[in-house]
């Protein structure tokens, strides 16, 4: 196969598996009680308040939330977006997901009803001549206590998900990943879709959470610097609609 031809293959995986990401830890994947989420968030200042206080953002603050080819080196450009709010906002469950692990599947087929429905969700997909990408979807909550509680379920995966399985035609698999410390709360994980491993980490502004899906070939730097942009960005997003 040449080059092109596997750039192209890699891009199919790399558009596969940030779907199934975004099925997996988009609302309506989470506990089935929809009680209090389990486990520790990446770092200590994550805890939001105990009574709700951030709004969800409008449409147009998450737009201008998104990561644009300008905050990329020179060659990046945009291949596709969703900037009509509801990007992701419709998705109840991974169908057709199967796991050997019955703590998976609970997690996966939970209605998660304490979070309820995203208010607003946008998505962009940017990539660059040698087929590299970063997904960047972003989705605004109820309140805070709703998107601390969606952020959790991607810390739950790999503990409850850590044999994988398989959905929409392709084997996933998971593990712990260190994702730089950003926003109020960041956690990540490595997802394997099809032998690719990719870097997925979300981080929670109030109530609002962005998704950052890096493609197999990103470097450590690399991934650094584009997780503390998609966290500035949000932040300054998020600061007036909290004053």
């Known amino acids: 196969m040449n080059s092109t031809g596997a750039g192209l293959l890699l891009k199919k995986t790399v558009a596969g598996a940030v779907c199934v990401a975004a099925m ?27 009574t709700p206080t951030a709004k969800p953002l409008s449409v147009g603050a998450l737009s201008e ?19 009509d ?21 609970a997690l996966v087929a939970g209605t998660n009803r304490a979070i309820g429905k995203p208010a607003a969700g946008v998505g962009r997909s940017l990539e660059n001549d040698d087929f590299d990408s970063v997904e960047t ?4 909550y109820k309140d805070d206590l709703a998107a601390a509680q969606n952020i959790s379920q991607l810390r739950e995966i790999p503990g409850k998900c850590r044999g994988g399985g398989k959905a929409a035609g392709a084997t996933m698999k998971f593990k712990k990943w260190t994702a730089p410390r950003a926003g109020e ?13 990719f870097n997925v980490v979300q981080i929670r502004e109030g109530a609002t959470v962005v998704e950052v899906t890096f ?13 503390r942009k998609a966290a500035a960005r949000l932040k300054a997003a998020s600061e007036p609609a909290q004053q």
């Not at 997996?24 to 990446?42: D, F, M, N, Y």
């Not at 709360?185 to 491993?197: H, L, R």
């Open 85 to 105: 709010g509801k990007d992701q906002t419709d998705r109840q469950n991974l169908q057709g997901w199967k796991s050997s692990s019955a703590s998976c599947n």
């Open 24 to 50: 997996l830890v988009t609302s309506g994947c989470g506990a089935e009680s929809g009680g209090q989420p389990e486990g520790k968030a990446s770092h200590d200042s994550a805890s939001p308040s105990p």
């Open 185 to 197: 709360e960041s956690v990540g994980i490595q997802m394997n879709a099809m032998g690719f491993p």
């Open 65 to 83: 939330a998104l990561l644009t080819p300008g905050d990329m080196p020179a060659g990046w450009k945009v291949d596709e977006e969703h900037l």
């Open 215 to 227: 493609s197999p070939s990103s470097e450590t730097a690399f991934v650094q610097d584009v997780t």
């Open 137 to 140: 979807r972003i989705t605004s």
